[in-house]
């Protein structure tokens, strides 16, 4: 999944993703290293450990723009919220289109060389 949408969002905005990551503190260690405009953080896993790791990488990195994609079919409610740390959360069912729409949305200017 990681992969199909990071070569989705190159191919359809000016952004370069950084890298494909997984969860937890590997996600973490991992963004902080990678010094990206954008996190995409994928809602496959718990929704408590994610809110634990957007905490964690707010509190790191705060300049950072993080967007959930969730495929499952809880009711994501307003999530999106400055005390969740996230910028956005796109439901799967919304389409690929609403997350481009998102992304351009929270991040309009060019991507940093």
């Known amino acids: ?14 952004y370069k993703v950084c890298d494909a990551i997984g969860y937890g503190v590997s996600a973490i260690r991992k963004a902080t290293e990678a010094n990206c405009d954008l996190i995409l953080l994928h809602l496959g896993m718990t929704l408590q450990d994610s809110l634990v790791t957007v905490s964690r990488l707010r509190s790191k990195l705060p300049h950072v723009k993080i967007v959930g994609f969730s495929s499952l079919s809880y009711d994501l409610g307003n999530r999106a919220s400055p005390s969740t740390g996230f910028d956005a959360i796109i439901a799967q069912q919304d389409g690929l289109s609403k997350l481009v729409e998102t992304l351009k949305a929270l991040m309009p200017e060019p991507p940093r060389e």
């Open 1 to 14: 999944m990681r992969g199909a949408l990071r070569h989705f969002i190159e191919a359809t905005t000016p």
